[in-house]
């Protein structure tokens, strides 16, 4: 069974910029929750959603944000991008309809903002 | 947030037991004890988790207190692979949508 995809692996942007950054899920897995994981502050969760619907948020500004297709496929969007967005973007899939804690996590997006 | 206490880093020799201490004093009674690790440059990895039992799978033992204040995960044999970052996190199963709050982990350092 495949894994959870994350694309692009590699990217870098500069301050202003926007970017899009795609998950799919491990197939069957209606559920994905995104993280972002920086030096300073580690992991830290952004959003998650299920069936097109996001169920849970993060403290972060509005300029993240995201969508789910109904394909389960996901994808993140940072607007105006700030050199503090540099980090791991991580997608994570949950077998379980209502999101419990055994999430299978991508190999993630690194971006850096230049 | 919830939050647990661990050791900043801990060290095993190939072949021994790995027993990773974790502090959730804080917990509450319908709340689940998660077990993930990250070796470097990748994404995290679930490792086990349980409520009130010890839990045993292919990956590692779940200790957890009669109080459910504290856990040890146990590695039993640890190889130079399992050297990463162990985190333990606690959260509410079918109702955390996803949310797991992440401490800094322990790294542990599997040495030959």
């Known amino acids: 069974k495949a894994g959870v995809t994350q694309t692009p692996r590699y990217l870098i942007k500069t301050r202003g910029q926007q970017v899009t950054l795609s998950c799919s899920p491990i197939?069957?897995?209606?559920?994905v929750s995104w993280y972002q994981q920086t030096p300073g502050q580690g992991l830290q969760f952004l959003f998650e959603y299920f069936s097109e619907t996001q169920r849970n948020k993060g403290n972060f500004p509005g300029r993240f944000s995201g969508r789910q297709f109904s394909n389960s496929r996901s994808e993140m969007n940072v607007s105006t991008l700030e050199l503090g967005d540099s980090a791991l973007y991580l997608c994570a899939s949950s077998p379980h309809g209502r999101g419990t804690g055994e999430l299978f996590f991508g190999e993630g997006s690194r971006l850096t903002v230049l | 947030d919830a939050k647990t206490t661990q050791p900043t880093s801990m060290d095993c020799a190939e072949g021994r037991a790995a027993n990773l201490p974790c502090n959730h004093s804080t917990i509450s009674g319908n709340e689940y004890v998660y077990w993930y690790r990250q070796i470097h440059s990748q994404g995290p990895q679930y490792i086990i988790h349980?409520?009130?039992n010890n839990e045993t799978n292919e990956m590692a033992s779940l200790i957890i207190t009669e109080d459910r204040k504290s856990s040890t995960l146990i590695l039993p044999h640890a190889t130079l692979r399992d050297t990463a970052v162990y985190y333990c996190i606690f959260g509410a199963g079918g109702t955390s949508y996803g949310k797991l709050t992440f401490g800094q982990g322990t790294i542990l350092t599997v040495h030959p």
């Open positions: 349980g409520l009130k």
């Open positions: 197939s069957g897995h209606r559920s």
